[in-house]
């Protein structure tokens, strides 16, 4: 069996040589290996046995995707108003995936009605550091954003996730991976080969006094930024599952047992 290091270079590997999307998966190789450690280290802490656990890192991925599909809305519209060339984001807007709508129908379902409310003393200081640079973000910086945080849902284990996430918590908690899931786009092989051409061909025709060249980089200087950002926000969450509390009792109680035997044998071995 491959190792998920292994599934990701070959995911990698499907890029153009020399292209952007391989430049981008090169740039968080050290990143993204971290980045999976705290997602399995998360889900070996429970991730998936409470729902407030789920939640909280819901809460933190939805205001950072609601902050970077509204600045691509906003960069769209300006663009629209004053007829420019059409910008990356547009072309990475394209491929048709909004994820915003779909995360609130899944903390609706996992916290109720007043959902709102709790996403606001749930996000970290990360996560909001993460949405300023969002809210502030330029066009190669949105499309590198959308790399970071469309691109696992649409390559990555997203949609291996719903199932998992479906047994826990029931299909209403699922809907984030409506659009990554099923036949739609020739499946998830399609949907992984329109998300690697898009990227290699972001640049094309954009070519304007060495713009592509420029853009390129900068491309690839923000995907790596934004990864670190991903990164800080996912060790920034504090929710801990019901089972936890039980457990740290019992070792509390194993600890002081053990510590009183020890002290007992030392005791009869001094007389």
Known sequence: ???????????????????????????????HTLGQSLRNASLAAGLLTDRF???????????????????????????????????????VKKMGYSFQSGYESDLQALLGSNWKDTITSWTTDAARRYVRRLQSANDEECAAAAFILHGPLIIGGGAALKP???????ENATNVFSSVVGPSKGGRAGRRREFIQCYDQLLAGVDKDNLSKDSFGDIVAAVREFMDLNNEMMMGVQQSPWWHKYVKATLVILVSYLVGLALTKKSFGEK
């Open 1 to 31: 069996m491959s190792t998920e290091t292994e599934r990701t270079d070959k995911i990698r590997d499907q890029g153009m040589p020399n292209g952007l999307f391989r430049a981008c998966m090169d740039a968080i190789r050290t990143s």
């Open 53 to 91: 656990c789920y939640a909280e890192m819901l809460v933190q991925f939805y205001v950072v995707t609601a902050a970077l599909e509204e600045r691509m809305e906003d960069l769209i519209k300006t663009e629209q108003e004053k007829k420019d060339d059409p910008r990356l984001v547009t072309r």
């Open 164 to 170: 998992r996430v479906e047994k826990a918590f029931g």
